[in-house]
């Protein structure tokens, strides 16, 4: 398995692109806004940053696995995926929940006051048809 960790390759930008695509100004707007900023710190300003590769890192980890004559299961390519492989490794899965949560933003509960909270996977609208056939 390759294991790219961080690449520079134009996917947080097309990742906040796409944020900013899906609900410009519903409810999760703020959500998506705050998931977009810490997209682009991760792979621009925060510590990973400095840790990233590029295409050609991939590419050359793919050569590798392919012409190996044992292959290894596992293809760290940049020092974020090593770091992570490793800090993985070390914490317990309730841990390592933590951290992954810490990593992002979390969403507002404005919904916890007062405000119905749509259920998970069905559109506000698809959620009052529910209730109406209740």
């Known amino acids: 398995m390759i294991e790219p960790g961080f690449i520079r390759s134009g996917f947080a930008e097309a990742a906040v692109h796409a944020m900013g695509l899906v609900e410009g100004d ?43 004559r044992r292959p290894r299961p596992r293809y760290p390519v940049t020092a974020s995926a090593r770091l992570l492989l490793a800090l993985r490794g070390l914490l317990s899965d309730h841990a390592w929940d933590r951290f992954l949560r810490r990593s992002i933003p979390e969403p507002d ?19 009052g048809a529910e209730e109406e056939r209740a």
């Open 109 to 127: 509960h404005q919904w916890m006051a007062g405000d119905e909270r749509p259920h998970q996977g069905v559109s506000e609208q698809g959620a």
């Open 26 to 68: 519903g409810p999760y707007a703020s959500y998506n806004a705050a998931v977009a900023a810490a997209t682009m710190e991760f792979y621009e300003t925060g510590l990973l940053a400095r840790l990233t590769g590029d295409p050609d890192d991939v590419a050359r980890a793919v050569q590798q696995a392919i012409s190996a």
